[in-house]
């Protein structure tokens, strides 16, 4: 069998524009358009419903007829059915809320996907989909996203993400500490939390920033961040820690700030970076987040941050979370 194309029509239910009584309810002799009224229980039984040689009657056929169509109609109108709390959805069942989709994750009825805690529905979309050109473009991740190939009008394509590189996506958050100029940050030996305190951009629903830990809904994140470390703070390392599992699902590597050389004395003023880039990070339930850093030794004043006093304010750590599923 050849490839069904869809014509650019607008798709409406059999029997929509019949006259007058040529249509009626199955096994009815009312009119309604509403599948309220015609899913009713003689459409569940069926042709049961005429005698064992009885005719089935020409408003019969067409209001089941209308009915199956109607159902088969709203795809073309939605894409994906929209979510009902009557619906029985099974693991990998999609359901559409307000223009997102979610994915069953296991057996359930009467659960709102917008008000889950990831239990029962995973959010796939977010941000909405795009026009693009597939032959040049990077899309947004996700399980189901249609692109238009510019270059073929009246072919719709589907790409299915099944990596993370190079994905670009407008859900993220950017966070940082910063302070006015002039302003220093002690450390200590051991762990230390990084004060972030400022949101840059937040286009992550569910995300906020209080008394420096991140708050993460349901999601698979990417995390991206930078530090400083300064005096004689040696061999610091920058982690994200889970706080909510007491967990470290992302650190960057070790780097020796202090680099003293050529009879540098002791107390020299020597400073570095360290960053980190995660793995994807996969959450089931929302948790929280701190940006930490390690320092073996040296932890004292102004090693987690010296001012540069160039006016312009001091920025002694970002962070960035993307979200891509």
Not at 79 to 102: C, T
Not at 160 to 173: C, E, L
Not at 244 to 267: E, F, H, Q, R, Y
Request: glycine share 10%; charged share 15%.
């Amino acid at each position: 069998m050849t490839k069904i194309i869809i014509p650019n029509i607008n798709i409406k239910p059999f029997a929509s524009e019949s006259v007058g009584t040529e249509r009626t309810v199955f096994g009815d002799d009312t009119q309604s358009d509403l599948l309220v009224d015609n899913l009713n229980s003689d459409w569940f039984r069926g042709w049961g419903i005429v005698g064992v040689n009885g005719l089935p009657t020409k408003q019969d056929f067409n209001g089941g007829m209308y009915t199956s169509s109607a159902l088969t109609t709203s795809y073309f109108q939605m894409g994906v059915p929209e979510w009902r709390s009557n619906q029985e959805y099974f693991v990998g069942s999609i359901a559409n809320v307000a223009g997102e989709l979610y994915k069953a994750v296991q057996i359930n009825t009467g659960v709102l996907p917008t008000s889950d805690d990831g239990s029962n529905w995973l959010q796939v979309t977010g941000g909405g989909f795009a026009i693009v050109d597939l032959d040049t473009a990077i899309p947004v991740i996700g399980d189901f996203l249609p692109f238009q190939d510019v270059s073929d009008s009246d072919e719709p394509k589907k790409a299915t993400i099944q990596s993370v590189a190079g994905v670009i996506s407008k859900n993220y958050m950017l966070i940082a500490e910063e302070y006015a100029s002039g302003t220093s940050v002690n450390g200590s030996n051991g762990w230390n939390t990084r004060a972030l305190n400022t949101v840059k951009e937040n286009n992550i629903a569910g995300a906020s920033l209080s008394s420096n830990q991140i708050t993460l809904p349901v999601g698979s994140y990417i995390f991206e961040g930078a530090c400083v470390a300064y005096y004689q703070a040696t061999d610091v390392q920058p982690r994200i820690r889970n706080i909510t599992d007491s967990t470290t699902p992302a650190k960057g590597l070790v780097v020796a700030a202090a680099l003293l050389s050529g009879g540098a004395t002791a107390n020299a003023q020597t400073g570095t970076s360290v960053s980190l880039h995660s793995q994807v990070v996969t959450i089931a339930t929302t948790k929280t987040f701190e940006f930490q850093m390690y320092i073996r030794s040296g932890g004292s004043s102004g090693s987690m941050g010296s001012p540069a006093l160039s006016g312009e304010g001091e920025l002694y750590a970002q962070l960035k979370i993307t979200k891509v599923l």
